[in-house]
């Protein structure tokens, strides 16, 4: 048990590290601009009509210390921080006057919900053909499923994406094109509506796992091809170990665990791939947020979704390495 | 060399495979220097032409000879991934040679730092960094971000092959008689590692070519130079879908994704090809 708590205190510790790096960088990247971002928006937002002095200068003052310009560098970045822990990033400047977290509050279980259901569904589907590819490595069913599979992998999410959105709403339309559910209906617990979100949720999650499910069922492989020739497996084996449980127990269930890690380090990427996928589909998450925000040029609203997608990634990763030792014991000896 | 090459052509189908594709697509990219026509200019031919002998792969709404723009678009997208593959190479081949040859310390620290970089996630930061550039975000500043956020994957890799070969005999004799760190490191460890960086380079080319296509169709980067990316955009700015101009996202698109297979095969083949038991139970089949 004590070992297990001096693990989780150095995952904190690299969570800590994580998020103070990446939201830094964040930081630094604002402040290359070599334009005056805070006159700049809000000469765009009064030039639009909503002139209410006193809004104007809320928003001039919150975007001020967000994007601190004209003032000490140090002092801007811990007000920057202060901003950040309070999830205060004022109001938005393309739905003026909501403010950013209410709007990324709301696109946020779009994306957490397609992004879970995929990765899980792509790691189990990957890991298990594949630990199967492995042991039976002359079955010629398997060969082809790992060609195909093989194949898709390097192609980049937006190819894929596109492709299948051309595929089943252009070419044979059976599937909605975009939105995460049917438009004029209202959000609810009603059976209606959460037929029509898995619905919408078909082709992205569809398309996320099609391209996911190559590396797991790549990495997954390779383990197994490895742990097969290992003496624990032959003298198993020759002792008589039924061939299932020979599979299951003992070859793939080692075989999982380098894979766990391998999870964690891809979660960032899995994010990126999710942006594209949603804007592709016209999915209601963060990811098209974050690229309406870019076209609207609305600077808190692009910065807000910046800073919660590096502390919700980290977070993610740091949830996955605290649960690991707790399926892999030999962790909490070793480290 | 030369036996090596031909060993794994004849042995490797992805080699083989992959090895032509890159042929192709690397041709396809130098006949970009006989292009009859300047990259950004445009209405220079019919517009909307289909596929035809004369113009092979079509023409686009801007009036655009789509063959000669692919060419323009290969041969940038290319060297796009080649320059961020390059720069990231040198930074994960130091960082992860250090680090596995001193170890203690200076090894966690930098694999800290390491473990950071993997984990955060990229593509709200380019995108943040082109919403502050705009206009100054040209392709090369592009490569040099993503070569400068790209590396820690592979390092952490270098690093324990590093630890491997630090570990092995032969390095101990070469302590023993006298070498220096530096040269035992560059002439006894650096070639087994080099086949590594080669395998990483394409899979790092793929990466990167991969991100720079999803800003580039999303405008996030300078469209005005032509990238296989920024063809798919001007395509989605023109709808091209919808008026029906299908060979105006078919070829990018068809192009796009055999460079990807083809650096990725040779990119496994070299991994096979380091690793003599899969080598081995190769050869031993055919």
Do not use: C
Not at chain 1, 119 to 128: A, D, E, K, P, R
Not at chain 2, 140 to 148: D, I, P, R, T, Y
Not at chain 2, 160 to 183: A, D, H
Not at chain 2, 221 to 227: F, G, Q, S
Request: net charge negative; glycine share 8%; hydrophobic share 50%.
């Amino acid at each position: 048990m004590r070992s297990y708590v001096i693990y989780v205190g150095k995952r904190v510790l690299q969570f800590a590290l994580v998020v103070f790096v990446g939201i830094s960088i964040t930081f630094l990247i604002t402040h290359l601009t070599p334009i005056d971002p805070v006159e700049h928006a809000v000469a765009q937002v009064s030039t639009f009509g909503f002139s209410s002095p006193e809004s104007i200068e809320l928003l001039r003052q919150s975007l001020r210390e967000l994007y601190g310009v004209g003032d000490n560098l140090w002092e801007e970045y811990l007000v920057f921080w202060q901003r950040l822990a309070t999830l205060d990033f004022g109001p938005s400047l393309s739905a003026f006057p909501t403010p950013v977290s209410e709007l990324i509050g709301r696109a946020i279980p779009w994306t957490i919900g397609l992004l879970t259901v995929s990765t899980i569904l792509s790691w189990f589907i990957g890991n298990i053909i594949g630990g199967l590819a492995g042991y039976y490595s002359r079955n010629r069913v398997l060969r082809i499923i790992g060609m195909i599979m093989m194949g898709l992998h390097p192609v980049p999410y937006y190819i894929v994406a596109f492709v299948l959105l051309i595929a089943f709403t252009f070419v044979l339309p059976i599937l909605p094109s975009s939105g995460g559910y049917e438009m004029n209906m209202t959000p609810g617990w009603t059976l209606k509506f959460i037929g029509s979100v898995l619905l919408h949720s078909i082709l992205p999650s569809f398309s996320l796992i099609l391209v996911g499910v190559g590396s797991w069922f790549m990495g997954m492989r390779a383990l197994v091809s490895n742990i097969v020739t290992d003496d624990y497996v032959t003298y198993a084996s020759l002792a008589g170990v039924p061939e299932r449980r020979l599979v299951t127990s003992y070859v793939m269930r080692n075989a999982f665990l380098p894979q766990i890690t391998g999870l964690a380090m891809s979660i960032g990427a899995i994010f990126n791939g999710a942006v594209i996928t949603e804007q592709v589909f016209g999915y209601p998450g963060i990811g098209r947020l974050l690229v309406e925000a870019v076209h609207a040029a609305d600077y808190s609203l692009v910065l807000g979704i910046t800073s919660i997608a590096i502390i919700a990634v980290s977070a993610a990763v740091f949830i996955i390495d605290i649960i690991y030792p707790l399926i892999d014991p030999r962790v909490q000896v070793t480290q | 060399m030369i036996a090596v090459f031909r060993d794994l052509f004849r042995y490797n189908g992805e080699f083989a495979i992959g090895f032509m594709i890159m042929v192709i697509i690397l041709g396809i990219a130098a006949a970009s220097f006989f292009s009859p026509y300047e990259p950004i200019d445009s209405y220079l031919v019919a517009m909307d032409a289909p596929p035809s002998a004369e113009y092979v792969f079509g023409t686009n709404s801007r009036g655009q000879d789509i063959f000669w723009q692919l060419t323009f678009a290969i041969r940038n997208t290319l060297a796009f991934g080649f320059i961020v593959a390059l720069i990231s190479r040198i930074l994960s081949l130091a960082i992860g040679l250090v680090s596995g040859y001193v170890g203690g310390a200076v090894d966690r620290v930098l694999m800290s730092i390491n473990d950071t970089f993997i984990v955060i996630p990229l593509f709200p930061l380019l995108v943040l960094l082109y919403f502050v550039l705009r206009d100054d975000m040209t392709w090369f500043v592009l490569a040099l971000v993503m070569a400068g956020l790209g590396w820690a994957y592979d390092a952490r890799l270098i690093r324990s092959v590093m630890i491997s070969l630090r570990t092995r005999e032969f390095t101990n004799t070469s302590v023993f008689s006298g070498m220096s760190m530096p040269r035992i490191v560059t002439q006894e460890h650096l070639p087994y590692v080099l086949p590594i960086v080669f395998s990483t380079f394409m899979n790092n080319m793929n990466w990167s070519i991969g991100l720079e296509v999803t800003l580039a169709v999303l405008g996030f980067t300078d469209v005005d130079t032509p990238t296989i990316g920024g063809m798919i955009f001007w395509a989605n700015q023109h709808s091209a879908m919808v008026s029906g101009i299908w060979w105006w996202y078919f070829f990018p698109t068809l192009f796009v994704t055999l460079t990807f297979i083809g650096l990725f095969l040779l990119s496994i083949s070299m991994n096979e090809y380091i690793d003599p038991r899969s080598r081995l139970d190769r050869m031993g089949n055919s």
